[in-house]
């Protein structure tokens, strides 16, 4: 795993645990799979972090290229793809940021699954990375992403509050991870700053290890973000309220939208 010093992003400091971390995580898979053989690939994900997604759809024989600023990332999934027996044709990985990036080709549907959309933290960075999808797309080509739900409760939570966030335990590696949060919410730019505190832990919960891992995320309205679609030049098909496609209502955990390049 890169240290502080050598890390050029702060995504690069996930890569030693990032698929353990991430374990819970799997809820979205089939939904983006799904919506990956529907559109006939190829795929563009943004964000792929260690091909959490990617490697599945090209394991369900769509073609798919993955992007993500973190080499250490990339690396990761790279490793994955070549344990699954996929070839460069049916996955490859390239760093990229999805602000400008320029690809040969255009795609059937793009993706920025977990909230992938949400790093973007001006309008004029999501403006730019929409109007970026748009012109990577075939016409007609679809867009897929999601994004979470802020409450009135976390809206007004202290900030620098700590609290229990979850317990992870990756079935896989057996690894275990008790992980606190702590938000600090600037309502002005709707961004949210917030540090986990993630303890590694054996069998008997004594801590292994301790990481500290800060992010920033915006939060986006239902309507502001259709408004931006729509600006961008995308046609709404669906919102979801969840990745089996149920209605999306007042006690949504997730906003999941699937729009069309007009």
């Known amino acids: 795993m890169p240290t502080r010093r050598e890390a050029r992003t702060p995504y690069d400091l996930w890569a030693g645990f990032y698929d353990a971390f991430h374990s819970f995580l799997t809820e979205d898979i089939a939904f983006y799979v799904e919506e990956a053989k529907c559109s006939g690939g190829p795929v563009l994900e943004l964000g792929c972090g260690t091909g959490r997604v990617s490697v599945p759809i090209a394991q369900a024989g769509v073609p798919v290229v993955g992007v993500d600023t973190s080499r250490a990332l990339l690396r990761a999934a790279r490793r994955k793809a070549r344990a699954a027996t996929l070839s460069p044709a049916q996955a490859s990985f390239r760093e990229g940021d999805m602000r400008t990036l320029r690809l040969r080709g255009q795609f059937t549907l793009a993706i920025l699954p977990y909230h992938t959309f949400q790093v973007l933290l001006t309008v004029e960075e999501q403006k730019a990375t929409l109007a970026?999808?748009?012109?990577h797309l075939r016409p007609g080509g679809c867009l897929a992403f999601d994004l979470a739900v802020v409450t009135p409760e976390e809206l007004a939570a202290p900030p620098s509050t700590p609290f229990h966030w979850r317990d992870i335990h990756d079935p896989q590696s057996g690894r275990r991870f008790v992980v606190w949060a702590e938000?600090?919410?600037d309502r002005d730019s709707q961004?949210?700053?917030?540090?986990?505190?993630?303890?590694?832990?054996d069998g008997e919960q004594r801590s292994l290890q301790r990481y500290y891992r800060d992010y920033t995320m915006r939060y986006l309205g239902r309507y502001e973000a259709q408004h931006l679609l729509e600006l961008c030049g995308f046609e709404v098909e669906a919102l979801y309220g969840d990745f089996s496609r149920g209605a999306f209502t007042e006690d949504s955990d997730e906003m999941v939208w699937v729009a069309r390049r007009g």
């Open 183 to 185: 938000n600090c919410f």
């Open 132 to 135: 970026n999808i748009y012109q």
């Open 191 to 201: 961004v949210d700053y917030a540090r986990l505190t993630i303890d590694e832990v």
